[in-house]
Nanobody, 126 residues
Framework: QVQLVESGGGLVQAGDSLRLSCVAS???????????MGWFRQAPGKEREFVAS?????????NYADSVKGRFAISRDNAKKTTTLQMDSLKPEDTAVYYC???????????????WGQGTQVTVSS
């Protein structure tokens, strides 16, 4: 079973940057490069929402929520089994627990994903 571990969250001020990482392990019969990866976030009292996704293999296709386009960038390093979310120009409304997920398709629907990390807290102060 795939295990995902996020890191890199923290408390920052508006306008600052953060870089989240997600390291994957536990693959059986399938390699990390064959998984689509996604980042989602959940703020208190709100549903989990899509942030960004990247397709399998070379990650040449990416998708972003409108709210983060131009500010966030998703990437992957298959050799390191890692997915990264670079977050720039952070806003207070970006405050949430951020989760990475692995699945068969780089979808914005969280139900598509099979494996989830435990989450990392991002707090942006104004």
């Amino acid at each position: 079973q795939v295990q995902l571990v996020e890191s890199g969250g923290g408390l920052v001020q508006a306008g600052d940057s953060l870089r989240l990482s997600c390291v994957a392990s536990g693959f059986t019969g399938r390699t990390f490069s064959t998984y689509a990866m996604g980042w989602f976030r959940q703020a208190p009292g709100k549903e989990r929402e899509f942030v960004a996704s990247i397709r399998w293999s070379d990650g040449s296709w990416t998708n972003y929520a409108d709210s983060v386009k131009g500010r966030f960038a998703i990437s992957r390093d298959n050799a390191k089994k890692t997915t990264t979310l670079q977050m720039d120009s952070l806003k207070p409304e970006d405050t949430a627990v951020y989760y990475c997920a692995a699945g068969d398709w780089p979808d914005s629907n969280p139900a598509i994903y099979d494996a989830w990390g435990q989450g990392t807290q991002v707090t942006v102060s104004s």
